[in-house]
C-alpha cells in the first residue's frame, strides 16, 4: 500500500485526469439533454452562489471557473483515496483491481455526495442531468482513477 504522501502526489495526476474525463461526460450528456454544456459545471458552484448557479447555461468565470475548480478538487481528494487503496494495482498494471478499485472509490464518492452530504454541499449537476447520464459521470471518474498507473506501467514496460 502506499503511503499518503505517495498516495496524494499521485492522486494530484489521477485526479486530475478524472476531472478532465469526468468534465468532458459533463458536457456531452449536458449538450444532449440541456443544449449547452456549461450547466451541469456551473450548478456545481452553487455552494457559493446559492441556486442561481443551477440554473446558469452560458460559460463565465463567475460559475463555470468556480464549478470546475470544486470539480476539480473533488476528483483529487477521491483519486488520492484510490492511489492509497488501489494505486498499487494500477502501478503494477493489474488493470481488472484497478479499475474495479476505481469504481468501487467512484461509487463510494457517489454515495457520499448524495446520501451523506448536505444538499448545499452536493455536485449540484443532479439537479442539470438524468440519472442516467451521472452514472456516465461516475463511471468516467472510477475508469479515469486508474488510468495514471496502467498508462505509466504500459509506458515502463515501452509497450
Known amino acids: 500500500m502506499k503511503t499518503w504522501s505517495e498516495a496524494l502526489r499521485d492522486g494530484a495526476l489521477s485526479g486530475s485526469l478524472a476531472s478532465i474525463a469526468s468534465t468532458a461526460v459533463l458536457a456531452a450528456c449536458s449538450e444532449l439533454e440541456n ?3 456549461y450547466a451541469p459545471t456551473n450548478a ?4 457559493f452562489w446559492g441556486n442561481k448557479a443551477m440554473r446558469q447555461d452560458g460559460p463565465s468565470v463567475r460559475y463555470t471557473a468556480t464549478g470546475y475548480g470544486v470539480h476539480h478538487l473533488s476528483a483529487v ?8 487503496l488501489f494505486g498499487q494495482e494500477a502501478d503494477r498494471g493489474n488493470t481488472g483491481p484497478a479499475l474495479m478499485g476505481g469504481g468501487a472509490v467512484a461509487a463510494f464518492a457517489c ?7 448536505p444538499p448545499r454541499l452536493r455536485p449540484g449537476y443532479e439537479e442539470r442531468l ?14 479515469s482513477f486508474a488510468a495514471r498507473g496502467l498508462f505509466r506501467r ?6
Not at 456545481?44 to 455552494?47: E, P, R, W, Y
Open 35 to 37: 443544449g449547452t454544456p
Open 130 to 143: 438524468s440519472k442516467t447520464a451521472l452514472a456516465l459521470v461516475y463511471g468516467a471518474l472510477g475508469a
Open 154 to 159: 504500459r509506458r515502463r514496460l515501452n509497450l
Open 111 to 117: 454515495l457520499v455526495d448524495y446520501q451523506l452530504t
Open 77 to 84: 481528494f477521491w483519486a488520492s483515496l484510490y492511489e492509497k
Open 44 to 47: 456545481t458552484s452553487h455552494c
